[in-house]
């Protein structure tokens, strides 16, 4: 049993050893590529505009907005819709298993 | 594309976009990645790329609205008792490493030239193996079952059966009900994880036959698991393609209003269609996902887009036509119920 768990955490070592050096070559090699496309701001107006602002000028916090905005929006709407789906009798429970 | 009355300025895109059509995609993918667990990348990107988007933004804001949606669909199908959190967390670390591996040989195969037909060949073999097995496996189900009656009846109960490989340390997932070798769940995973990375799919698809017929989960905390995994990567494409100025925000929002109420159909499906059903349904859908990719292979990429499209439409009404006719059984039977308790007292 021991000597299972020796080889286990060698084997784990190696894992993570050799995750470590895939991450590292594909920094080198995967540079994202950003579009050089900036986006014309000209009749653009509310999110619109703000969003192709962000776009244009800073896309780290671009990418921060979009991350943020979609697991905001999911959560509002799967709060949302549990209380719309309780009020039409439609609310699920913990189901058994059959196959 | 027209201006029309719904039409909408996408800026990042640069391009006027329906948005009827935009809820109508995320709605129909929304019913099948809550019903099946998977993302539906494969159905989205196509369509959205047929309508006019650039194959690059429909990649991006694709994963992004997959990321929304699948919050949405992991939180009911939580709330179902369908998601395994230690099972889910273990794939995410196997598939990473799975991922990079896939990713390195594509680049390999793209050295060598040989990238697009290899890849496109193995994902045929996949597609089709894999429905070819579900299919052989649902029609060969009661057949089965009455074997193990038979020796049952002949010899007793049957012991639970023993595990193959029981490789150290040994995991129990009580959500799932299985306890099985590590290393099974790892090489699982990796596997997965390599084939979503050599066939740059995002391997939900994968994962949810592989939880079921590999690690040995019911069938709806495999859909639950697999979802609650999409959670995490759809996380690293939103922010990964954002970063690569590859997301239109406007649509993906338009899409997850949608995706969310095809989702909560979908998951709520799970309740009525039990693990076979859905095994039968998915072994369609993705058969026919072969064949979509088999045109895409002789050069008919148009056809084969409205190929994946038309089944997924398809497949979305028989899920929602199969949830309403559960549902009014449910009622049916829970009124007969109290009219009765009401006849006793």
Request: charged share 15%.
């Amino acid at each position: 049993m021991r000597r299972w768990k020796i080889l286990c955490f060698f084997v784990w070592a190696l894992i993570f050893q050799l995750f470590a050096k895939l991450v590292a070559a594909s920094e080198g090699l995967d540079v994202p590529e950003a579009l050089e496309k900036k986006v014309p701001l000209e009749n653009l107006s509310g999110i619109s505009l703000f969003f192709a602002k962000t776009y244009n000028e800073n896309l780290w916090l671009y990418a921060i907005y979009c991350t943020v905005l979609m697991a905001t929006v999911g959560m509002v709407i799967a709060l949302g819709t549990d209380v719309i789906l309780k009020a039409i009798g439609m609310d699920v429970h913990k189901i058994e298993h059959k196959e | 594309m027209d201006h029309g009355i719904l039409d909408i300025y996408l800026p990042i895109a640069g391009i006027n976009f329906n948005i009827l059509i935009l809820l109508a995609i995320g709605f129909s993918v929304g019913v099948l990645g809550g019903f099946f667990g998977v993302g539906g990348a494969w159905v989205v990107t196509p369509a959205l790329n047929i309508f006019g988007f650039n194959m690059a933004y429909a990649i991006g804001t694709d994963l992004a609205h997959i990321f929304g949606k699948s919050i949405v669909a992991s939180r009911k199908h939580g709330k179902m008792g369908n998601v395994d959190v230690k099972l889910g967390l273990l794939s995410i670390v196997g598939s990473v490493i799975g991922v990079e591996v896939g990713a390195r040989n594509v680049m390999w195969l793209t050295a060598k030239g040989v990238a697009g037909p290899v890849v496109r060949y193995a994902y045929m073999v996949l597609l089709f193996g894999l429905g070819i097995y579900m299919l052989y496996d649902y029609f060969t189900k009661d057949k089965r079952l009455a074997r193990q009656r038979a020796i049952e009846m002949e010899r007793g109960p049957a012991a639970p059966a023993k595990k193959k490989w029981n490789l150290p340390p040994m995991v129990t997932f009580p959500v799932s009900g299985v306890t099985v070798s590590l290393w099974t769940v790892m090489v699982v995973f990796f596997f997965t994880g390599w084939l979503s990375g050599f066939l740059g799919v995002g391997g939900g698809f994968i994962r949810m036959p592989a939880l079921i017929y590999l690690i040995g989960c019911p069938t709806a905390i495999a859909v639950g698991t697999d979802l609650f995994s999409v959670v995490f990567t759809g996380a690293y494409g939103c922010f990964t393609y954002a970063l690569k100025a590859r997301v239109e925000i406007i649509a993906a929002i338009i899409m997850l209003c949608g995706a969310s109420v095809g989702a909560q159909i979908g998951v709520a499906a799970v309740k009525y269609i039990h693990g076979y059903g859905i095994r039968l349904l998915f072994a369609i859908m993705i058969i026919l996902a072969g064949v979509s990719v088999t045109m895409k292979q002789m050069n008919m990429t148009t056809v084969a887009a409205y190929c994946v499209m038309g089944a997924a439409l398809a497949m979305c009404l028989v899920i929602v036509v199969l949830m309403i006719r559960g549902f009014k059984q449910e009622k049916t039977q829970k009124r007969q119920k109290s009219e009765a308790s009401l006849k006793q007292a």
